[in-house]
């Protein structure tokens, strides 16, 4: 059991139609999301808690790096003996509650009911000190209090309803209640009683009173009762106001009731695993459609197309996100003795804002202290994993990551260069603010030199520009706008990768490659963030720096041969001349570098090159000007050599 400084909650539920899941999965996603500490949470449910919930809860937490056990409970037996007609209409969960002080070993813990949003830092309410006291509880709104349907019950049991508490969130002091035999004695209460309104919470007040109970502020359980509805319908907006939000009676959030109270719910059922965007349009349309009317702004007839209805509605409730957070991303970080840099690299992954990632490390057969880098981050942060292989290349290196990954969109990383802390959540929000497949920023060259590291930092007008595929496919070809023909800028998604991988035969262009296999398919637009994210370092001792000629370039010829071939195709052929163009520039890179720098072997490169590549070419449609004399002197070194 993690003990120590964690904030253990426990929730209790029984879920036959997965309602309650997917509430309680809202309710933790708000812990969570505002809670900056340690936290437990502790599940009791029974057999109608589903596999694809199970793990969903899993995620979620996992996603925060939090803790969380899961408790089958039995009551059947037990659960016979109640009279009480209350038991058909409330949830048998409710009673796994009493359950708590003889399953969670602990000295306190938090219980939540699974209708209620913690818009607030749950310590708060953890540090109060309830330690000569049983529980901690709010009372109850006055309307239930002097409900004449129960005064008249509770006055025979004794029960104070000056002092009448809700359950729905209780601090227990477990030290103090483990004595009690809390289930046995509540259901020795219900055996004897016909009706008994409000069950677990009927008999907590019967048991504990007075000085047993210390009774808390109230925006630790506000109760969003119909009455509260109708008040607050005009009032504004409460996203940033502390409190713990009940939905008890009837009126639910899901019923598609709408105040603001009720888009706090939406705002973190969408942050959930159980918030898929496609799943919840029908709701929130319905919710921003009733509070227009309300506030008279609405014809229901006609005004908005359903389109810029939803959009203005997941604007609004997910404070101006319109993203769901689930979604996650695999970063394939390749690595082969980078340990000068991976933990720059890795520590600027781990620190991103957007954290559900998983991070695939693959060790490309490094024979440095890389592997133990990787290890001492893996065990503080359980979202990277860890692959050894034996030195492979850079590409075979990523597909490994690409066929091993199971978040929902893809990223790369090189090991010697860093990001923002930003990046991944700029390009994953845009990509679903323009429902691309493929979301792009710029980067920044940094250079390094006698230990001082330069980034050349532009300052943009404008942040992001929509590129249609042929505008998309022209600023690859030609590099252009810092778009890169790399991959690590760019964020893809993974269904929409299919079957697509890095050319392992190739050493040198292989991102360029895969680039354009992927924007060949791709028929949308991409949307490109000029905001520089991602720092990519000219290091020292690279080729990039030093000029020299290695062989492994020559790959980069393959690359744009099958490019070329590709744009022969009539789909592609509208390309044609464009990737000619950037096909002979890069030949004649290729010759010149050689030349330069290595004299020795230039007349066998270019005999490769040009057995290979260059008489591939077709001269027609070149125009007249620098490309076309850069082919003609191709052509005519033969002459020479």
């Given at each position: 059991m993690y003990s120590g400084d964690y904030i253990h909650i426990a929730m209790a539920f029984t879920d036959k139609t997965g309602l309650y899941s997917k509430n309680i999965g809202a309710t933790i996603t708000s812990i969570l999301t505002n809670t900056n500490h340690k936290v437990y949470i502790h599940l009791l449910c029974d057999e109608t808690l589903s596999n694809e919930n199970y793990i969903k809860f899993n995620e979620l937490v996992c996603q925060y790096g939090q803790k969380i056990k899961f408790y089958n409970i039995n009551l059947d037996n037990k659960s016979k003996l109640i009279k009480s007609k209350e038991l058909n209409r409330v949830s048998k969960g409710s009673l796994y509650r009493l359950m708590i002080p003889e399953l969670i070993d602990v000295e306190k813990v938090i219980y939540l009911d699974s209708d209620l949003i913690v818009n607030l830092d749950i310590s708060t309410l953890w540090n109060i000190n309830i330690k000569n006291y049983i529980l901690g509880a709010v009372l109850d709104i006055e309307s239930s209090r002097n409900d004449k349907r129960f005064k008249k019950f509770y006055e025979s049991i004794n029960?104070?309803?000056?002092?009448?508490?809700?359950?729905?969130?209780?601090?227990?002091?477990?030290?103090?209640?483990?004595?009690?035999?809390?289930?046995?004695?509540?259901?020795?209460?219900?055996?004897?009683?016909?009706?008994?309104?409000?069950?677990?919470?009927?008999?907590?007040?019967?048991?504990?009173?007075?000085?047993?109970?210390?009774?808390?502020?109230?925006?630790?359980?506000?109760?969003?009762?119909?009455?509260?509805?109708?008040?607050?319908?005009?009032?504004?907006?409460?996203?940033?106001?502390?409190?713990?939000?009940?939905?008890?009676?009837?009126?639910?959030?899901?019923?598609?009731?709408?105040?603001?109270?009720?888009?706090?719910?939406?705002?973190?059922?969408?942050?959930?695993?159980?918030?898929?965007?496609?799943?919840?349009?029908?709701?929130?349309?319905?919710?921003?459609?009733?509070?227009?009317?309300?506030?008279?702004?609405?014809?229901?007839?006609?005004?908005?197309?359903?389109?810029?209805?939803?959009?203005?509605?997941?604007?609004?409730?997910?404070?101006?996100?319109?993203?769901?957070?689930?979604?996650?991303?695999?970063?394939?970080?390749?690595?082969?003795?980078?340990?000068?840099?991976?933990?720059?690299?890795?520590?600027?992954?781990?620190?991103?804002?957007?954290?559900?990632?998983?991070?695939?490390l693959v060790n490309d057969g490094s024979t440095d202290k890389s592997e133990m880098i990787c290890k001492n981050f893996a065990i503080k942060d359980n979202r990277i994993r860890i692959i050894n292989i034996k030195k492979s290349g850079v590409s075979i290196a990523r597909n490994i990551g690409i066929n091993l990954s199971t978040g929902n969109w893809i990223g790369f990383v090189d090991a010697d260069d860093c990001i923002e802390n930003d990046m991944y959540e700029i390009l994953y929000s845009n990509a679903i603010k323009y429902n691309v497949n493929i979301s792009v920023c710029g980067y920044n060259r940094a250079f390094k030199y006698n230990g001082i590291i330069e980034l050349n930092k532009v300052v943009l007008d404008t942040n992001c520009v929509k590129l249609n595929y042929k505008e998309a496919m022209e600023s690859l070809l030609s590099n252009a706008k810092d778009f890169a023909t790399a991959n690590w800028n760019k964020l893809y998604k993974k269904n929409f990768i299919g079957d697509i991988r890095f050319d392992e035969t190739i050493t040198n262009g292989e991102d360029l490659l895969f680039n354009f296999y992927i924007l060949s398919k791709n028929k949308k637009d991409v949307i490109f963030d000029k905001r520089k994210k991602y720092n990519y370092f000219f290091n020292e001792g690279s080729a990039s720096i030093k000029k020299i000629f290695n062989k492994n370039l020559l790959t980069e010829a393959k690359s744009w041969n099958l490019i070329y071939n590709k744009s022969l195709s009539d789909e592609l052929f509208y390309l044609n001349k464009s990737i000619k163009e950037h096909y002979i520039n890069t030949l004649y890179y290729l010759i010149s570098k050689c030349f330069k720098t290595d004299k020795t072997n230039f007349r066998k490169v270019y005999i490769e090159l040009k057995e290979n590549y260059i008489n591939d070419i077709d001269f027609s449609n070149i125009s007249y000007g620098k490309v076309f004399l850069k082919l003609i002197i191709l052509k005519m070194i033969n002459l020479f050599i």
């Open positions: 029960v104070d309803l000056n002092r009448y508490f809700n359950a729905g969130v209780i601090i227990f002091n477990l030290n103090k209640l483990r004595n009690f035999d809390l289930l046995n004695k509540s259901i020795e209460f219900f055996s004897n009683k016909l009706d008994v309104p409000h069950l677990d919470q009927s008999v907590l007040n019967y048991f504990f009173k007075d000085n047993d109970v210390k009774l808390l502020d109230k925006k630790y359980n506000i109760i969003v009762s119909d009455e509260l509805m109708k008040i607050n319908i005009k009032e504004k907006k409460i996203d940033n106001v502390s409190g713990i939000y009940h939905f008890a009676g009837v009126g639910k959030p899901w019923n598609g009731i709408c105040n603001e109270y009720d888009k706090l719910y939406w705002k973190y059922l969408i942050l959930s695993p159980w918030g898929e965007k496609e799943n919840l349009l029908n709701y929130i349309e319905l919710i921003n459609f009733q509070e227009r009317a309300l506030e008279g702004f609405l014809d229901t007839q006609n005004i908005y197309s359903k389109k810029i209805f939803i959009e203005k509605s997941l604007k609004r409730i997910i404070n101006g996100k319109g993203i769901n957070m689930n979604e996650k991303i695999s970063i394939i970080i390749p690595i082969y003795n980078a340990e000068k840099y991976l933990e720059r690299c890795l520590n600027s992954i781990t620190g991103q804002t957007l954290k559900n990632l998983e991070i695939i």
